[in-house]
């Protein structure tokens, strides 16, 4: 089919890029004329696994390609994906004035270049934001064309295997016509038998706030699970395979830490607790989510003022990742973030290093943790004369270092781990005090 992308961010791109690798016609369109013709010459300007093979092969082949001009995706496509920033308004509320502003431009282009497609809201918006994109073209035009809710379910750093081999499809789609060319165009990606659920506009828009909503809800409950375990000696990985074996619970998402981080998780929290309160409707269990993540994000700080009396003045804290997760660069409500900067404010300086983000971290920190850190390339450079390390992304080149090495590099080889990363007598085995999260110290009194 041929297709149009409007927005190349991390969406537009990664849908543009699988689908075109799927044998459609693409066009990206970016108002960003640097990106557009860095794209042009093959660059993925975004970090994630896999992409940079499905681009190339699609940019070879001619099936995928980019421009400034929406008009020129438009007159081309059957079928237009808006993956446009909706950010965060001042009220909490997301910003639409860019889908809006695009949707007032598809009606005039709707009457320059005649006939029905179809117009999918990819981003993650408000629920009722397809009636309004459809109001603003057909204030513009009297041509035939459906507006479409097609959430993404990716996560960071899988994108592309989520994208090509997604669980389900969900499509709110209010005609049988544009709910036809929905499962036309899906179908190749889903030949395994997953679905493809079609419903409802507002259903399907708020099928990924509460995907999203759910999601926070399972950690943050598993985050409380470990701050009991702690108070009462208990393991919360027995406690999360004791559970997760348990089919209704299931295994995955159990995995407590120093909290949810990422652009979506924290976003869509907020934004469907504020549209229910628009509506008139308290929902309170994700106000306690939302309150707990904030605490579990610097929780890991409280246990190190709590093993050093309250004073970490001029200690010196190797930092080991400041992703919010491993394979992305991105660190969005990275729990580094605010540990860094709890941890420079309580007094200690810091060295940090994470194999993707220390540029994007650098950029986003506050100044307050820049004054106090220093970035190093090499992982083992962190731990050479730290009082401690701490952990905060579970890169998979942290889960199996020489720990028995550590008291030999570190000065004193204490490690606070907000990801859970190791077996704890084999902490005990190599001399180290080990502190994790929801069970019990490795050579602390
Ligand atoms: C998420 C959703 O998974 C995806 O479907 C949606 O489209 C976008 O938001 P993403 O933000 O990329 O994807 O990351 P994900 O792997 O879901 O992790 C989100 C956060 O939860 C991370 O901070 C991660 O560290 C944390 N997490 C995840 C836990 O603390 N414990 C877990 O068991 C799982």
Not at 77 to 95: N, R, W
Not at 334 to 355: E, N, R, S
């Amino acid at each position: 089919m041929k297709l149009g992308v409007v927005g190349t961010g991390y969406v537009g791109l990664v849908s543009g890029a699988c689908f075109a690798d799927s044998g459609n016609d693409v066009i990206c369109v970016d108002i960003d004329e640097k990106k557009v013709e860095r794209m042009r010459k093959g660059e993925v300007p975004i970090y994630e696994p896999g992409l940079n093979r499905v681009f190339d092969r699609s940019i070879r082949e001619n099936r995928l390609r980019f421009t400034t001009s929406l008009e020129e995706a438009f007159k081309e496509s059957e079928i237009l994906f808006l993956c446009l920033p909706t950010p965060p308004g001042a009220d909490g509320q997301a910003d639409l004035s860019f889908v809006l502003n695009v949707a007032d431009d598809l009606g005039e282009l709707f009457n320059k270049y005649p006939g029905y497609r179809v117009v999918v809201n990819k981003s993650t918006v408000p629920v009722g934001t397809a009636d309004k994109v459809r109001e603003a073209i057909s204030a513009k035009t009297d041509e035939e064309f459906d507006v479409v809710s097609n959430p993404e379910f990716l996560r960071e750093g899988a994108a592309v295997e989520d994208f090509m081999k997604p669980e389900r499809v969900v499509v709110g789609a209010g005609t049988q016509r544009a709910a036809d060319a929905m499962r036309t165009l899906y179908e190749p990606f889903v030949r395994s038998g997953n679905p493809i659920i079609i419903m409802d506009e507002r259903s399907s828009e708020l099928t990924k706030y509460a995907a999203n909503a759910i999601l926070a809800t399972k950690i943050t409950f598993m985050n409380e699970i470990a701050n009991i375990c702690e108070r009462v000696g208990a393991d919360v990985d027995n406690v999360r395979r004791g559970i997760g074996t348990d089919s209704r619970i299931g295994k995955r998402f159990l995995f407590a830490g120093i909290g949810y981080g990422g652009s979506c998780f924290p976003k869509d929290v907020q934004a469907i607790h504020h549209t229910a309160g628009q509506y008139g409707y308290d929902f309170k269990i994700l106000d306690s989510v939302m309150k707990v993540n904030e605490l579990q994000k610097v929780s890991i700080v409280e246990k190190m003022k709590e093993y050093y009396d309250g004073d970490l003045a001029g200690k010196r804290i190797g930092v080991w990742g400041l992703a919010f997760k491993p394979e992305t660069d991105d660190v969005r409500e990275a729990p580094a973030l605010y540990i860094t900067d709890a941890l420079a404010k309580a007094g200690a300086t810091m060295i940090a290093y994470d194999p993707e983000a220390n540029e994007t971290f650098q950029a986003a920190a506050t100044s307050v943790a820049l004054e106090a850190m220093e970035f190093t390339t090499d992982r083992d450079e962190v731990l050479k004369g730290v009082d401690a390390l701490v952990i905060c992304t579970e890169w998979n080149e942290f889960r199996r270092p020489d720990l028995d090495r550590f008291p030999k590099m570190m000065k004193t080889p204490v490690i606070f781990d907000g990801r859970n990363l190791y077996d704890l007598k084999r902490a005990k085995d190599a001399g180290l005090i080990y502190v994790s999260v929801g069970r019990p110290s490795v050579g602390v009194e």
